[in-house]
């Protein structure tokens, strides 16, 4: 299992932008799906992005789609969400995922997906 570690979170107002990074070590994240969800405060965790194996293919939810940017260097064994036109309802702590298995596509689901990190908390204000 990867080690993850979140950071780049913080408190900005809506209409600003931040870059959520999210860096892995004991295991190269080259040949796995990455995946960014988010918990708001009394809610189960939610997806937001994923991002193929191979960084061919990527899918947001719905309500950041458009405004949200996930990649992936394996060079950096880091994945990364940029996150502009931020709204208050992305407010959450937002987790980094690592597929359980390799050579898969992402998904939006969070049983395909091992959370070993503590997460971000990003809060925008209106």
Do not use: H
């Not at 993850?4 to 107002?13: I, R």
């Not at 892995?24 to 994923?50: D, N």
């Not at 709204?87 to 987790?95: H, N, Q």
């Amino acid at each position: 299992q990867a080690q993850l570690v979140e950071s780049g979170g913080g408190s900005v107002q809506a209409g600003g932008s931040l870059r959520l990074s999210c860096a892995a070590s004991g295991r190269s994240i080259s040949r796995y799906a990455m995946a960014w969800f988010r918990q708001a405060p009394g809610e189960e965790r939610k997806f937001v992005s994923c991002i193929d194996w191979n960084g061919r293919r990527a899918d947001y939810a719905g309500s950041v789609r458009g405004r949200f940017t996930i990649a992936k260097d394996n060079a950096e064994n880091t994945a990364f969400l940029q996150m502009n036109s931020l709204k208050p309802e992305d407010t959450g702590i937002y987790y980094c995922a690592s597929a359980r298995f390799p050579s898969g596509v992402c998904t939006s689901r969070a049983i395909d997906y091992e959370f070993p990190g503590q997460g971000t908390q990003v809060t925008v204000s209106s």
